[in-house]
Nanobody
Framework: QVQLVESGGGLVQPGGSLRLSCAAS????????MGWYRQAPGKQRDLVAL???????NYANSVKGRFTISRDNAMNTVYLQMNSLKPEDTAVYYC???????????????WGQGTQVTVSS
C-alpha cells in the first residue's frame, strides 16, 4: 500500500513561517487529489488545502492569503508553505492523498502520520 511521510513541523513564533512536505512512496501508483488537514486538541480534523493533479487548489477561509499548497507530481510530493502563522494555527497537520494503486487494482485514500505545528511566543 502507498504510504505518506510528512516532515517540516515544529515550533515557530507568531508571524513566522514553516514549510511542510509530504512524500508518497510505493510501487505503481498515481495520485489524484492531495491535501493537508489539521486537528487541534479537542477539535475535529478540518481541511486546510487541496490540490488536484492538474494544479487546481482550494483553501480553507482561515488560511487564504497565508498558506500556499503546491505539488511535485514527478516526486509524488505535496508541500504546504505557511506564512504569517498565528497561535490558532497550532495543530497536528495531516497529509491526505487519493491513490490509484495499479499494483492491487484499487483506489483508496491514505493519510500520513501527522506532524505537530506549534505557534507560540
Amino acid at each position: 500500500q502507498v504510504q505518506l511521510v510528512e516532515s517540516g513541523g515544529g515550533l515557530v513564533q507568531p508571524g513566522g513561517s514553516l514549510r511542510l512536505s509530504c512524500a508518497a512512496s510505493g510501487s505503481s501508483f498515481s495520485i489524484n487529489v492531495m491535501g493537508w488537514y489539521r486537528q487541534a486538541p479537542g477539535k475535529q480534523r478540518d481541511l486546510v488545502a487541496l490540490i488536484t493533479s492538474g494544479g487546481s487548489t482550494n483553501y480553507a477561509n482561515s488560511v487564504k492569503g497565508r498558506f500556499t499548497i503546491s505539488r511535485d507530481n514527478a516526486m509524488n510530493t505535496v508541500y504546504l508553505q505557511m506564512n504569517s502563522l498565528k497561535p490558532e494555527d497550532t495543530a497536528v497537520y495531516y497529509c491526505n492523498a487519493s491513490i490509484v494503486d495499479y499494483s492491487v487494482g484499487m483506489e483508496y485514500e491514505t493519510w500520513g502520520q501527522g506532524t505537530q505545528v506549534t505557534v507560540s511566543s
